[in-house]
C-alpha cells in the first residue's frame, strides 16, 4: 500500500464516531500523479471536511 495511504488508514482507523461521520480515504488525479485525502462530514450536518495533512487538521471542503 501507498505510504500516504497507509498513514491516513491508520488516522481514520482512529478518528471518533462521535466526531465525524462516513469518513473514507479519497484519491483523485491531480496534474498526473494521484493524489490521497481523507474526507468526512460532521455528525447532524452536511458540512463536508477534508483532512489538511501538511497541518494535521480539518478543513472545510468547499465545492463550487
Known sequence: MNP???QLQ???DSLPAEEWEKPYIF???E???IVH???ATKPGTNELYYYEADED???PLNLP
Do not use: A, F, G, N
Open 4 to 6: 500516504t495511504k497507509q
Open 37 to 39: 485525502t481523507l474526507v
Open 27 to 29: 484519491s483523485y488525479d
Open 57 to 59: 487538521k480539518w478543513e
Open 10 to 12: 491508520s488516522i481514520l
Open 31 to 33: 496534474e498526473s500523479r
